[in-house]
Nanobody
Framework: QVQLVESGAGSVQAGASLTLSCADSTRTFSGDAMGWFRQSPGKAGELVARISRKGLTYYIDSVQGRFFISRDNAKNTVSLQMYLLKPEDTAVYYC????????????WGQGSQVTVFS
């Protein structure tokens, strides 16, 4: 069973940068997509960024040009580099992975709190 373990949570000032990392501790994941979701209190969870095994990426509009997702297929890791952070980026971020190209995500990380203060 794939187990995603996240690291990189933190509290930063607006305008700063932060990188979240996620690794499959079992190193058995061979599926297609990996991504990052976030959940803020009182708001619906949202997919922030996604990357396919071939490297195709997707970002929500609010992070376009500020966040960058990357993955290492050999190491079964995915990272989210976040620049120019804003208070509205404050959320719990979840790493996720799915076996198929489309559809729901199958595996989830434990969640990482990112707090951006002004």
């Amino acid at each position: 069973q794939v187990q995603l373990v996240e690291s990189g949570a933190g509290s930063v000032q607006a305008g700063a940068s932060l990188t979240l990392s996620c690794a499959d501790s079992t190193r058995t994941f061979s599926g297609d997509a990996m991504g990052w979701f976030r959940q803020s209190p009182g708001k619906a969870g949202e997919l922030v960024a996604r990357i396919s095994r071939k490297g195709l990426t997707y970002y929500i509009d609010s992070v376009q040009g500020r966040f960058f997702i990357s993955r290492d297929n050999a190491k079964n890791t995915v990272s989210l580099q976040m620049y120019l952070l804003k208070p509205e980026d404050t959320a719990v971020y979840y790493c996720a992975a799915r076996n198929r190209e489309f559809g729901p995500f199958d595996y989830w990380g434990q969640g990482s709190q990112v707090t951006v203060f002004s």
